[in-house]
C-alpha cells in the first residue's frame, strides 16, 4: 500500500479510504489512486481485512446471459473495480429481463451472503424491483437507464441516438430508418427515442422500425429489406453488430455504402474501425460506468447511504467515420 501511496502522490490514509470506498474522496483523488494500483499490479490480503470488517468482501453481480460487446463491457469495468478494492465478484446470470428472473438470480447471491449487490442485467421491465430487493442488502444498477428508487450509473443512450441522428440530418438526409434492438430493453427503448427525438426536431416524419435484436444476423434481415427500398438513404442501427449485418446485405446487394446509403451504430465496439467501410457509431464508456457503480456501492457499504439514489449519467460520444456522407443527388 505504501508503494501506491507514493505513485499516487496521496498519504497512505487516503490510499486506505480509496480502497474501502469511503465518499469523501475527490473523484480525481480516487482516479489517481486506482490507476497507480493498475499500474502496480497491489492487491490486499482478503482474508486478514475479512476478519476485521466481518464481511464476506464479495459484491454478487446479477448480468444478463449474453457475450454482447455492452454488457459485457460494464461487467468488465465492474470486476475490475470491485478487485481493485479488494471484493471478489459473484456473478449470477439469467436470459430472463423481467422481475422474477432477476429476484431469482438476488435470492441465490443473498444466500451467498454478498455484501452487496451490483445490477447490470436489462431491467426496463421492472419498475417497482426496489420493493422486492432484501431491505439490508445494499443495491446499486448499472444498467441501461435509471431503477426507480435504486442509485445507478448508465449511459444516456438517448442523446447518443439522437446525435447521430442529427449527424445524418446535417448530411441532408431525410429518409432515416431505424433497426432497433431486442424489445424489453432500456437501451433499445431509448435508443429509437432519440432516433425519434431528432426526426421530429427536424418537422421529419419517422417510418416504420424495423424489428431488430442486437446481432449481426437481425442487421442482415433488416438489410436485404431495406436494400429494395430506393426512398432510403441513411439507416440509424440501435448497435454495432447490426451494422455489421446491414453493411453486408448491403454490399451482397451492389448497394453503395455510403455511396447510396449512410449506415451508423452505436456502442463504438473495437472491430467498428475496421469494417468495410469504418463505421460511423457511437462511443459509451462502459467500463467507467461499471467503475462509477462499484465506487457507489462502496460508499453504501461504508456507510454513505445517501436520502435520496443517486443517478450519475456517463455522456456518449459521436464517432464519425467513412460509412455517412451525404445522400446521393
Given at each position: 500500500?505504501?508503494?501506491?501511496?507514493?505513485?499516487?502522490?496521496?498519504?497512505?490514509?487516503?490510499?486506505?479510504?480509496?480502497?474501502?470506498?469511503?465518499?469523501?474522496?475527490?473523484?480525481?483523488?480516487?482516479?489517481?489512486?486506482?490507476?497507480?494500483?493498475?499500474?502496480?499490479?497491489?492487491?490486499?490480503?482478503?482474508?486478514?481485512?475479512?476478519?476485521?470488517?466481518?464481511?464476506?468482501?464479495?459484491?454478487?453481480?446479477?448480468?444478463?446471459?449474453?457475450?454482447?460487446?455492452?454488457?459485457?463491457?460494464?461487467?468488465?469495468?465492474?470486476?475490475?473495480?470491485?478487485?481493485?478494492?479488494?471484493?471478489?465478484?459473484?456473478?449470477?446470470?439469467?436470459?430472463?429481463?423481467?422481475?422474477?428472473?432477476?429476484?431469482?438470480?438476488?435470492?441465490?447471491?443473498?444466500?451467498?451472503?454478498?455484501?452487496?449487490?451490483?445490477?447490470?442485467a436489462p431491467l426496463h421491465?421492472?419498475?417497482?424491483?426496489?420493493?422486492?430487493?432484501?431491505?439490508?442488502?445494499?443495491?446499486?444498477?448499472?444498467?441501461?437507464?435509471?431503477?426507480?428508487?435504486?442509485?445507478?450509473?448508465?449511459?444516456?443512450?438517448?442523446?447518443?441516438?439522437?446525435?447521430?441522428?442529427?449527424?445524418?440530418?446535417?448530411?441532408?438526409?431525410?429518409?432515416?430508418?431505424?433497426?432497433?434492438?431486442?424489445?424489453?430493453?432500456?437501451?433499445?427503448?431509448?435508443?429509437?427515442?432519440?432516433?425519434?427525438?431528432?426526426?421530429?426536431?427536424?418537422?421529419?416524419?419517422?417510418?416504420?422500425?424495423?424489428?431488430?435484436?442486437?446481432?449481426?444476423?437481425?442487421?442482415?434481415?433488416?438489410?436485404l429489406a431495406l436494400a429494395?427500398?430506393?426512398?432510403?438513404?441513411?439507416?440509424?442501427?440501435?448497435?454495432?453488430?447490426?451494422?455489421?449485418?446491414?453493411?453486408?446485405?448491403?454490399?451482397?446487394?451492389?448497394?453503395?455504402?455510403?455511396?447510396?446509403?449512410?449506415?451508423?451504430?452505436?456502442?463504438?465496439?473495437?472491430?467498428?474501425?475496421?469494417?468495410?467501410?469504418?463505421?460511423?457509431?457511437?462511443?459509451?464508456?462502459?467500463?467507467?460506468?461499471?467503475?462509477?457503480?462499484?465506487?457507489?456501492?462502496?460508499?453504501?457499504?461504508a456507510g454513505g447511504v445517501?436520502?435520496?439514489?443517486?443517478?450519475?449519467?456517463?455522456?456518449?460520444?459521436?464517432?464519425?467515420?467513412?460509412?455517412?456522407?451525404?445522400?446521393?443527388?
Amino acid at each position: 500500500m505504501t508503494d501506491v501511496a507514493r505513485r499516487a502522490g496521496v498519504s497512505h490514509q487516503t490510499v486506505s479510504r480509496v480502497l474501502n470506498g469511503h465518499p469523501s474522496i475527490r473523484p480525481e483523488t480516487r482516479e489517481r489512486v486506482q490507476r497507480a494500483i493498475d499500474e502496480l499490479g497491489y492487491r490486499r490480503n482478503r482474508a486478514a481485512r475479512a476478519l476485521v470488517t466481518r464481511r464476506t468482501l464479495t459484491v454478487g453481480v446479477v448480468a444478463s446471459s449474453t457475450s454482447l460487446f455492452g454488457p459485457s463491457s460494464t461487467l468488465h469495468g465492474v470486476e475490475r473495480a470491485a478487485h481493485a478494492a479488494g471484493y471478489a465478484t459473484i456473478l449470477s446470470t439469467s436470459d430472463a429481463t423481467d422481475r422474477d428472473g432477476v429476484l431469482a438470480c438476488v435470492a441465490q447471491l443473498s444466500d451467498r451472503g454478498v455484501d452487496g449487490l451490483l445490477l447490470t442485467a436489462p431491467l426496463h421491465e421492472v419498475p417497482d424491483l426496489r420493493e422486492h430487493l432484501p431491505a439490508d442488502l445494499p443495491t446499486v444498477c448499472a444498467t441501461g437507464g435509471p431503477v426507480t428508487g435504486l442509485p445507478s450509473v448508465h449511459v444516456d443512450h438517448r442523446a447518443g441516438a439522437r446525435a447521430v441522428t442529427e449527424l445524418l440530418l446535417r448530411q441532408g438526409h431525410r429518409e432515416v430508418r431505424h433497426v432497433g434492438g431486442s424489445p424489453g430493453w432500456f437501451e433499445a427503448v431509448e435508443r429509437e427515442g432519440g432516433w425519434r427525438d431528432a426526426l421530429a426536431a427536424a418537422g421529419v416524419a419517422p417510418a416504420r422500425v424495423l424489428a431488430g435484436g442486437w446481432g449481426a444476423a437481425d442487421g442482415y434481415v433488416a438489410g436485404l429489406a431495406l436494400a429494395d427500398d430506393p426512398a432510403t438513404t441513411a439507416v440509424v442501427a440501435a448497435n454495432d453488430q447490426l451494422a455489421l449485418g446491414l453493411l453486408r446485405a448491403l454490399r451482397e446487394r451492389g448497394v453503395d455504402v455510403p455511396g447510396r446509403v449512410s449506415v451508423t451504430g452505436f456502442d463504438d465496439a473495437p472491430e467498428s474501425a475496421y469494417l468495410s467501410p469504418p463505421l460511423t457509431t457511437v462511443r459509451q464508456d462502459l467500463e467507467r460506468v461499471g467503475r462509477e457503480a462499484v465506487g457507489l456501492l462502496l460508499e453504501r457499504l461504508a456507510g454513505g447511504v445517501a436520502t435520496a439514489p443517486e443517478h450519475r449519467v456517463v455522456e456518449p460520444g459521436l464517432v464519425v467515420r467513412a460509412s455517412t456522407a451525404a445522400p446521393p443527388r
